[in-house]
């Protein structure tokens, strides 16, 4: 094949064209714990996650809720994927392997939100969320008190009492979570996300009509099941309130994936390499939301 300007534009048109449906076509599963916030800075300030709002009853002068100080910045983060073609290949009419290519970069950067929750859900016994404690951890203040919403209780369906010390207990922290004036959040836990070692678990808790013991079982039909492969614990698991306008994960997208490419003949890797690059960037980050949307267990007993 001849290379020429328009040669090489027409082929990475055809690439672009490959990399958005791939891009399109990929969906994920992230939208069940998580949800966007647009960014339009190099960060966004996240002071309005200080304090989870409540009605009350207006007696008297109206009480001023003050966002708290500290830091609540989340700084965008860069995100790439690089393909180089060969001059070379172009020539020699090689350029199915560069479709393949293609496809896989738009299917890796369709999985950015996965990515970016994923990353957050791994990290959330040791990453600090918006008070400057744990996501998972024992003591969130409170009104001047320490609040847990950390288990280490395995999740078990071989027994009402092992299944009440885990998953049921996971459903009562979350139902008597309260806000700074003692006033209940009346949160409903919907959503149980698990990794693969614990599918069979999760199953017969929410969907058997019995325990491995054969006794009733009482949480049938409690939450949704979400299995997750990207987890890394194979004994973490994590129960979550989804219902609410925010979601217990954040995805900061300041600029979407989009497909980029170096094609002038006139480029110095053109000339000493003989390669011309395509790919994608991004700019976007991810952040915890109010830890009273989720409990989460290490699984260590």
Do not use: C
Not at 132 to 147: L, P, R
């Amino acid at each position: 094949m001849l290379v020429n300007a328009s040669t090489v534009n027409t082929i990475f048109t055809g690439l672009k064209t490959i990399f958005n449906n791939a891009l399109k076509a990929q969906t994920g599963n992230w939208q069940a714990t998580a949800m966007e916030v647009p960014s339009s800075g190099a960060s966004e300030d996240y002071a309005w996650l200080s304090r989870f709002p409540m009605l009350r009853k207006w007696v008297g002068e109206k009480h001023i809720k003050s966002l708290a100080a500290g830091s609540y910045t989340a700084v965008n983060e860069d995100w790439e994927t690089t393909i180089a073609v060969s001059r070379n290949d172009i020539e020699d009419d090689r350029l199915g392997i560069y479709n393949t290519q293609a496809q896989m970069a738009g299917d890796s950067a369709g999985e950015l939100h996965d990515i970016i929750v994923d990353s957050l859900k791994n990290g959330a016994f040791t990453s600090p969320g918006i008070d400057g404690q744990y996501f998972y951890d024992t003591d969130h203040e409170v009104n001047g008190a320490s609040v847990s919403n950390k288990l280490t209780a395995v999740l078990s369906s071989a027994t009402p009492t092992l299944a009440a010390a885990g998953y049921g207990a996971a459903r009562i922290k979350i139902m008597k979570f309260t806000d700074d004036e003692g006033m209940p959040l009346r949160l409903m836990p919907d959503t149980l996300e698990v990794p693969p070692a614990l599918e069979a678990t999760a199953k017969k808790l929410l969907e058997a009509d019995k325990l491995d013991d054969n006794s009733p079982n009482p949480y049938k039909g409690t939450a949704k099941l979400l299995v997750n492969p990207a987890l890394t614990s194979d004994t973490a698991w994590y129960l979550y309130v989804t219902s609410k306008a925010v979601k217990p994960h954040i995805v900061q997208m300041r600029k979407r994936p989009t497909f980029v490419s170096q094609t002038s003949t006139e480029n110095d890797d053109v000339f000493m390499k003989a390669e011309y690059k395509f790919g994608a960037e991004a700019r976007a980050t991810g952040i915890y939301g109010f830890w009273q949307l989720s409990v989460g267990s290490t699984g260590a007993g």
